[in-house]
C-alpha cells in the first residue's frame, strides 16, 4: 500500500487535525461531550491511518513499541495515582476536592475556588490517564493484530 | 416530520445489517458495519445521548473498522461459498472477484437453527419491551432513582458542567478506574498472546 501517494499527501495533511481535535476532545471532556476515552480513541486511530498509508516499519520508527508499552501502564498508574494522592491528602480514594490540601479548609471565596480548582485537575487528570491507555492499547492492538508479513 | 426521520434511520440501520450479513466481500460487509455505526450515531444523537453518540461515531464507525481491517489482513478477504454443484470451494483462489458461479449454501441445519434461535430471542426481547415504560416517562424507575439526585447536586458538588463527565469521573469514578483497568488489561493480553518474541 505504500506507493498510494494521493493516501500519502492527503493522510500527512489530515493527521495534525485529527490529533488536534483527540487533544481538544480530551480536554473539554468536562465542559462538552467527549473526554478522555473519545479522545484517545481518536488519537489511537490517527496513528493507525499513519500506519495504513506509510506501512508498518515507518510506523514503529516514529511511535516505538517501547513507548506504547509504558504508556499503556503510565495512563492507569495516573488515574490510580491520584485516587491515591487523594488518600494521602487525608481524604477518600478518587475524592478530588481534597487535593486542594490547607488552601481548601475555611470558607470564604478563596477556599472555595481552591476546592474548585483541585476537583477540577482532578478530573483533567483521570480524563488525561484514559486518553493515554486508550490510545496506546487502541495501538497496541492494531499493531499487533495487523499482518506484518509485507514489511518482513 | 420529525418522526419521518427517526423511521428513515431505523430503515437505514436494518439495511445496513441486512447487508452486511449478506455480502460476500469482507472488506465491502466491515465497511458496510461501520456505515451502520455511523447511523446509530445519529440516532443516539436524536435521542440527546450525545457522549454515546461521540463515542458509537469514534468506537464504533471509527476504531472498530480499523481493528477489523486489522484482523482480516490475517485471514482471506473472501467467505468461504459453495460451487453451484454442491462442493466446497475457496474463491481467494479465483482471479475474478466477480464470483458468478459462486454461491452460498441454501438450506443447512445451522443456518436454520441460528434463525430459530435468533427469532425466539427477538420475540422474547419485543415482549420484555410491552413492560417498559413510555418513551420519556418522568415517572419511569431510571429518572426517580439516583437520576434525580445527580441533576440536583452534580452542579455544586463536582463543579463540572457537563453532567455526564460529573457522573463518569466523580460518582463513579471507581467503574471508570475499572473500565481503564479492562482497556489496559486487553492491550496486555494482545502483547503477550500475539507479540512475535525474539529467540533467546
Redo the contacts between chains.
Sequence with gaps: MSEHIVIKRVSNFIIPFIQLFSLYVIAHGDISPGGGFQGGVIFGASIILYVIAFGMKDGRTRISEILTDFMNSIGVLLFAGIGLACVIMGGAYLEYTKLAGSAGEGHGSHAEHALHLAGHLGIYGIEIGIGIVVASVMITIFFETANTQDDD | MIELLDILLLLFLVICAVAAISMRDLLSSTIVLGSYSLFMAVVWTRLNA??V???EA??GA??TT??M???L??TKRFEFLYRKKGQQEDPNKETNPLLKNWKRKRFSVTKVSGLIVVLLTGAILIYGTMDMPDFGDPNSPSYTHVATMYIERGQPE?????L???V???YR??D??G???V??T???G??LM???RKKT
Design positions: 450525545v457522549d453518540a461521540f463515542t469514534s468506537v471509527g476504531i480499523m481493528l481491517l486489522a484482523a489482513s490475517r463536582v463543579n463540572v458542567p457537563n455526564v463527565t460529573a463518569l469521573a466523580s469514578g471507581y471508570t478506574l473500565e481503564t483497568i482497556i489496559f486487553a492491550g496486555i494482545v502483547i500475539l507479540r512475535k
